[in-house]
Nanobody, 126 residues
Framework: VQLQASGGGSVQAGGSLRLSCAGSGRSFSSLAMGWFRQAPGKEREFVAGISWDGGKTTYAASVKGRFTISRDNRKNTVTLQMNSLKPEDTAVYSC????????????????????WGQGTLVTVSS
């Protein structure tokens, strides 16, 4: 599975951005997906996850109610809609494919992702 993230940019606080992750490979539609982010000087952290069929989603507490993850398996894409952005959301955002066979309860664990796309930078100014 190959992943390509796009949609990053610069926005003022309170604004919105929509990130997209395009996947290739026959197994894309059978894998849960996640978005992670890494701010300067900090460790990479989980942002949001979605099950293979889109039926389950989960979010980090810091973004819940502001971010929405979705997917379209016909187009092999996963989207992260980010609203009410804050300066602390500034980071490089990456999409990743969750390891096949792992349980949903571990979707937030970075080490359980098998495939990663390159990151896209999101900068939120105050």
């Amino acid at each position: 599975v190959q992943l390509q993230a796009s949609g990053g940019g610069s926005v003022q606080a309170g604004g919105s951005l929509r990130l997209s992750c395009a996947g290739s490979g026959r197994s894309f539609s059978s894998l849960a997906m996640g978005w992670f982010r890494q701010a300067p000087g900090k460790e990479r952290e989980f942002v949001a996850g979605i099950s293979w069929d889109g039926g389950k989603t989960t979010y980090a507490a810091s973004v819940k109610g502001r971010f929405t993850i979705s997917r379209d398996n016909r187009k092999n894409t996963v989207t992260l809609q980010m609203n009410s952005l804050k300066p602390e959301d500034t980071a490089v955002y990456s999409c990743a494919a969750y390891a096949h066979g792992r349980t949903w309860s571990q979707i937030n664990i970075l080490d359980y992702y098998d495939y990663w796309g390159q990151g896209t930078l999101v900068t939120v100014s105050s």
